[in-house]
């Protein structure tokens, strides 16, 4: 099993910045691919950002990648998300899934390729 725990989250003003972190423990972090997804009020949960387990590889959805950064620390089982520029649209729970299995350059971009999920943490952005 894997456990993960995001953290960072809050209530910002449009245009801030917030880093979240997710905190990985119960297996071997430095082989998963780790992602981040979020979930807006009434909306399907969505593909933010993914990072190899090598920490080569990164992508992101289209629409935040000039915005959101995805970096890990594997000597800290941590996966972070820097937001920059945060709009009211970003408002949103977001999640930490880890991925297992794939090779060191794997970048799964759906939620059925994450194996473990962490609770999520909400972020409010202000207008």
């Known amino acids: 099993q894997v456990q993960l725990v995001e953290s960072g989250g809050g209530l910002v003003q449009a245009g801030g910045a917030l880093r979240l972190s997710c905190a990985a423990s119960?297996?071997?972090?430095?082989?998963?691919?780790m992602g981040w997804f979020r979930q807006a009020p009434g909306k399907e949960r969505e593909f933010v950002a993914t990072i190899s387990s090598n920490a080569v590889n990164t992508y992101y959805t289209d629409t935040l990648k000039w915005r959101f950064t995805i970096s890990r620390d594997n000597a800290k089982n941590t996966v972070s998300l820097h937001m920059n520029s945060l709009k009211p649209e970003d408002t949103a729970v977001y999640y930490c899934?880890?991925?297992?299995?794939?090779?060191?350059?794997?970048?799964?971009?759906?939620?059925?390729?994450?194996?473990?999920w962490g609770q999520g943490t909400q972020v409010t952005v202000s207008s």
């Open positions: 899934a880890a991925s297992y299995g794939g090779g060191s350059y794997y970048t799964p971009r759906t939620e059925d390729k994450y194996d473990y």
């Open positions: 119960g297996r071997t972090f430095s082989i998963a691919v």
